[in-house]
């Protein structure tokens, strides 16, 4: 029976905090592309845009969107108080922004061949959270 209690000392769950602005703007059915220009700091219309065009077969826009939208969210993260590791829980709705852009960021470098970086990109996805692993990547 599991406590919740993290028993080896490690590092807290970072929780991002939620941005309700871009939350209504989505929410309302605005364009990722014009939420992400005037929230250019969030992470979840870079992700979004980065899905959109990995569907569309433009894999070389969808890394460049999700490589915005994961350095956007490794600089919230570390406003959050994450220091390079530890869990990013998927559960926690705001964080979803970062994981979804993380998992974009893979599955682009594995369709270009980067395949270091698709390596890089799928350890620490399940590094951060393994539910956002098995939900986001193909298996």
């Known amino acids: 029976m599991s406590t919740g209690t993290n028993l080896l000392g490690g590092p807290p ?3 991002l905090p939620a941005d309700g602005a871009v939350d209504d703007a989505l ?3 605005s ?3 014009a939420v992400a220009a005037s929230h ?5 219309p870079w992700a979004l845009l980065a899905e959109r065009a990995l569907v569309a077969g433009d894999t070389v826009t969808a890394y ?3 490589r915005t939208g994961y350095h956007r969210g490794l600089d919230a993260l570390r406003r959050a108080g994450w220091r390079g590791h530890g869990p990013v829980p998927w559960a926690h709705g705001p964080n979803r ?7 974009a960021l ?4 594995q369709t270009i061949g980067e395949t270091e970086e698709a390596v890089r990109c799928t350890t620490f996805l399940n590094d951060c959270d393994p539910a956002a692993a098995r939900e986001l990547l193909p298996s």
Do not use: N
């Open 31 to 33: 364009d990722p592309a």
């Open 97 to 103: 922004g970062f994981l979804r852009a993380l998992a």
């Open 106 to 109: 893979q599955r682009a470098a």
């Open 64 to 66: 460049a969107y999700a």
């Open 13 to 15: 769950p970072t929780h």
């Open 40 to 44: 250019p700091a969030a992470s979840l």
């Open 27 to 29: 929410a309302a059915g």
